[in-house]
């Protein structure tokens, strides 16, 4: 198949505290006769990350109307249907998604955070564990790092948590990105929280807090997360 041209396509993975935490850019290769569809997914994400979410979803319906087996679509779908709460229609896109190729570690990546938050710990562990064991692309693998870092600092069954692992798996992720992702500095300072060193914990919500352009909710959530240690409280969800 001749490719013609390349879209990248920033999508926003969900954490298991149902907070959308961190962009992972998907570069898609889309031959010429897809072109149409993946705009209308490039303008659906844009909608998302400006909370038109009725919009967006209608980008995603008319493209899956004329393919159903189109995994962008599917996938962004899925995280609207996931900041919606209906994890249930979430986790059917992504596992038709993955059904359709199983190379889009981004939509496993998403399934492993919403078990998580049902609950779901073991498939949660097994599929983080899974992914990491690929080696997908750089950003993907920071990604799914820094995924099971948090899963390991904040998970509330005590079985699943290991402080000293998500520790290493934060920091690794923090080193992919050379240290310029907020969301994965903020899940480094959980992990050190969760070890109960609260001053590393306080000092990396801190240098989170300072990446340029961070947006306000980020903002808010770090300042809430850099409160709790200095009371030396970890973060639970």
């Not at 998302?48 to 980008?59: E, M, S, Y």
């Not at 998580?116 to 750089?138: N, Q, V």
């Amino acid at each position: 198949m001749k490719i013609s041209k390349v879209f990248a396509l920033s999508v926003a993975i969900l954490s298991a505290a149902n907070v959308m935490r961190a962009s992972v850019p998907i570069i898609v290769a889309t031959p010429q006769r897809m072109q149409a569809a993946m705009k209308l997914v490039t303008d659906a994400q844009d909608l998302l990350h400006k909370g038109d979410v009725a919009a967006a979803k209608r980008n995603c319906d008319a493209v899956l109307q004329r393919d159903p087996t189109f995994w962008p679509a599917l996938y962004v779908r899925a995280q609207i249907y996931s900041g919606e709460g209906k994890y249930d229609l979430a986790l059917k896109d992504c596992n038709e998604a993955l059904r359709h190729d199983r190379s889009v570690v981004e939509a496993a990546l998403l399934r492993a955070n919403i078990n998580a938050h049902l609950g779901k710990y073991a498939e949660a562990l097994k599929e983080f564990d899974y992914l990491i064991s690929l080696h997908p692309r750089t950003v993907t693998l920071a990604r799914s790092l820094s995924d099971r870092a948090w899963f390991r600092a904040t998970c509330p069954n005590a079985s699943f948590r290991n402080g000293q692992q998500a520790v290493k798996d934060a920091k690794a992720a923090c080193s992919i990105m050379t240290w310029k992702d907020e969301h994965m500095i903020d899940t480094l300072a959980v992990a050190y929280a969760e070890t109960g060193d609260f001053n590393s914990a306080a000092q990396y919500a801190t240098q989170a807090l300072a990446v340029k352009g961070i947006s306000h909710d980020s903002t808010k959530l770090f300042q809430e997360h850099l409160a709790l240690f200095q009371q030396h409280k970890p973060i639970r969800r």
